[in-house]
């Protein structure tokens, strides 16, 4: 289990066969782990989406890799959050994720 930590978020994540198990996400209350289909090919057009003006506003001290997978983080914290019933199962595409329950 590996824990990426920013600012108040954390997340406790396992990946085997292509998909990212979500143990914890700690802004929002995680009932069962969420399983995340997060292909490599859409993590890197996800993390080029973010601007160089964009990175720098919101996280300057970041690398344009790290920026973009907080990027990232921001965008599954708020699928998690508005999703009712908070969803088991996303699919990362175009840049978002998609609850795929």
Do not use: C
Request: aromatic share 4%.
């Amino acid at each position: 289990m590996k824990q990426l930590r920013k600012g108040g978020t954390v997340v406790a994540a396992s990946r085997s066969e292509g998909t990212v198990t979500v143990a914890s996400l700690e802004s929002v209350e995680l009932p069962e782990p969420l399983e995340l289909d997060v292909p490599e090919a859409e993590v890197a057009a996800a993390i080029s989406m973010l601007s160089d003006d964009d990175r720098e506003n919101l996280w300057p001290d970041a690398s344009p890799q790290m920026a973009g997978i907080y990027y990232i983080l921001v965008g599954l914290q708020e699928t998690v959050q508005t999703a009712e019933p908070v969803p088991r199962r996303a699919s990362l595409r175009n840049g978002r994720f998609v609850v795929t329950r």
